[in-house]
């Protein structure tokens, strides 16, 4: 059976139109459906592994810094504007934010608001390493399978014999004479009954 026929056939449940299919195209049909379901299972699990690499989970310690900074600089920022004793105030605020932006660049955020957003989404439910490491199993073993019952070989149907006892490769029509020797056409053997006996 072609590889676009299997796949056509997985995409629907067994029907009643499978019930004239050989036990191999049954076999190569379950053998398919199940690599097909084990190989998505896996690239589900290992795409959102890799999102998760992806979109790290800030530390705790490096939030609530991001945090008293942050409280800091407004406290500060009143003083700062102020024309007398400002210059002082807005050194410390710089002295702040840039060690606001080392902290965002260890987390690798642009923002603190970044980073406090990611930490809100950091409660989600992980890749479990036991369920992908099953998944993995599981398309081995779908792919082994697989890969026997392709290498099955089906003996061809034989073909049907003859019912009338005549050669098979006898053209229809043909007759034969008592001794068993062909005649060169049924016209023929007519011929021969209606001709009339010597006298």
């Given at each position: 059976m072609a590889g676009a026929e299997q796949a056509d056939r997985l995409g629907s449940p067994m029907s009643g139109d499978d019930e004239n299919l050989s036990w191999h195209e049954r076999e190569v049909i379950a053998a398919l459906r199940r690599l097909a379901n084990a190989r998505s299972?896996?690239?589900a699990l290992e795409a959102q592994l890799a999102s998760e690499a992806n979109d790290p989970v800030p530390d705790?310690?490096?939030?609530?810094?991001?945090r008293t900074i942050s409280e800091e600089v407004s406290a500060l920022e009143p003083?700062?504007?102020?024309?007398?004793?400002?210059?002082?105030?807005?050194?410390?605020?710089?002295?702040?934010e840039a060690e606001q932006r080392l902290v965002l660049e260890r987390l690798g955020f642009d923002s603190a608001e970044e980073?406090?957003?990611?930490?809100?989404?950091?409660?989600?439910?992980?890749?479990?390493?036991?369920l992908l490491d099953f998944a993995r199993r599981e398309l081995e073993a779908a792919t082994r399978e697989w890969e026997a019952v392709q290498a099955v070989e089906v003996p061809d149907e034989p073909e049907p014999e003859s019912g009338d006892g005549t050669d098979?490769?006898?053209?229809?029509?043909?007759?034969?004479?008592?001794?068993?020797?062909?005649?060169?056409?049924?016209?023929?053997?007519?011929g021969r009954l209606r001709r009339p006996e010597a006298s």
């Open positions: 299972q896996v690239d705790p310690a490096d939030l609530d810094r991001l003083k700062a504007r102020s024309r007398f004793g400002g210059g002082g105030a807005r050194q410390r605020i710089a002295e702040f980073a406090f957003a990611a930490a809100a989404d950091g409660d989600r439910q992980g890749v479990d390493p036991d098979a490769g006898s053209a229809e029509g043909d007759a034969v004479q008592p001794d068993g020797s062909p005649l060169a056409s049924v016209s023929d053997l007519t």
